[in-house]
C-alpha cells in the first residue's frame, strides 16, 4: 500500500484581491495540479501555514509574500517562517508596492528568493513566478 499522495500548495499572503486573482491566475494556468491558499494577513498566514506544516498530506511548496499587510508586517511574517523548523526551507517570493532599496536587501537577508515591486510587468512578474515554482520543484 502506497502511502497518500501529498498535494503541492502555494500560499499568497495578498491582502488586496486584484493582485491575488492575477497571482493565483498566473500559478492555476502554469500549474493546474497546485492548490492556491491565500492569507489576507501576516497572522492569517503563520496560522495556515503551521497548521499546512503539521498536515501529512500537504506540501506547502511556495509562499508569495506581500510586505504591506495588515497588522503584522510581510518582515514579520519572512522572520517567523525562517524560525519554524518544518518550513524554513520554503521558497518566498516577496511581492510588494513598497520600493525601497532597504527594504529589498532586508528581506533578501532575511530569506527570500525573490522580490518584486508592484506595480508588476506581466511578463516579468510570469517569468519571476516560473523560476520560483522551478526552485520549488512544481
Aim: glycine content about 6%; charged content about 30%; proline content about 6%.
Amino acid at each position: 500500500m502506497h502511502p497518500p499522495m501529498r498535494y503541492p500548495v502555494v500560499i499568497s499572503v495578498e491582502d488586496d484581491d486584484g493582485s491575488y486573482a492575477v497571482l493565483r491566475e498566473l500559478l492555476q494556468e502554469a500549474h493546474p495540479d497546485v492548490r492556491v491558499e491565500r492569507a489576507r494577513n501576516g497572522s492569517e498566514a503563520l496560522k495556515k501555514l503551521n497548521g499546512m506544516a503539521q498536515d501529512p498530506n500537504v506540501d506547502v511548496r511556495l509562499v508569495l509574500l506581500d510586505v504591506r499587510l495588515p497588522g503584522m508586517s510581510g518582515f514579520e511574517v519572512l522572520a517567523a517562517i525562517r524560525d519554524n523548523e518544518s518550513l524554513r526551507r520554503v521558497p518566498i517570493v516577496v511581492l510588494t508596492g513598497k520600493a525601497e532599496e532597504a527594504d529589498r536587501l532586508a528581506c533578501l537577508e532575511k530569506g527570500a528568493q525573490d522580490y518584486v515591486e508592484k506595480p508588476w510587468d506581466l511578463q516579468d512578474l510570469e517569468n519571476i513566478l516560473k523560476a520560483a515554482c522551478m526552485r520549488a520543484g512544481l
